[in-house]
């Protein structure tokens, strides 16, 4: 092997470059080898470097302009593999605090974690939509939690409160209702305002409405309220 065929080998065993294009199908990408001035040297489709490709496995493809290094054995460009991680001034760095975290998405979604402060923080975009699919059940524990949204739908056959339930809003129900009272015997409901019944109120097998009494002396009933 001649001096100059050592000097290519080692000058192109790693080498700086730009993803020109992305095979999504095949998992490969074209790159752009060195500086404006290396002749417009490209790769053929060659592999990128992913965090894991074994029983567990991430898909998260290079975009077109990204930086990257390639690892050429032997200076081949046909072997190549491409590492991405390099900051440049088209994509910098999306933070610059040492206790974070942080990933930024193409569409501007931000996931961030905070060790300093123990602070998960994800902001999406407009239009966004979470999904989380568990066959068997999800549970969530903590001191304290808040739901905004502008509406709420608890699609479930049989939903249970284990403690006490404070609405502060109007309830509005659409299929009946039923109860029982509490310990010691204390009423079922109290309601401290007007109520209004558009039918029938029984208590204790008694209409409201439709109840008669007798009438004192001779003892006959009287006609119902009016």
Known sequence: MDANEIQRQAR?????????????????????????????????????????????????????????????????????????GIYSDAAPAPDSSPDTHTRVYQDGARVSYDHAAHALTAELPAGAIVRVVAPVSVTVETQTATVKAQSVTLDAEQTTCTGALLVKGAFTF?????????????????????????????????????????????????????
């Open 12 to 84: 192109n065993a790693v080498r700086k470059g730009t993803i020109l294009a992305v095979d999504h199908a095949a998992g490969l990408c074209r790159v752009a080898v060195g500086a404006s001035d290396d002749d417009g040297l490209q790769t053929n489709w060659i592999p990128w470097l992913t965090p894991a490709a074994g029983g567990t496995r991430e898909w998260l493809p290079p975009t077109q302009g990204e930086q990257v290094v390639l690892l050429g054995p032997m200076g081949d460009f046909a072997q190549a593999i491409a590492l991405r």
């Open 174 to 226: 659409e299929s009946g209702m039923t109860g029982k009272g509490g310990q010691g015997g204390g009423a079922t409901m109290q309601i401290d305002g007007a109520a209004i019944f558009t039918r029938e109120v029984t208590s204790q097998g008694i209409s409201l409405p439709h109840h008669t009494h007798r009438e004192q002396g001779d003892g006959q009933l009287v006609s119902e309220p009016q």
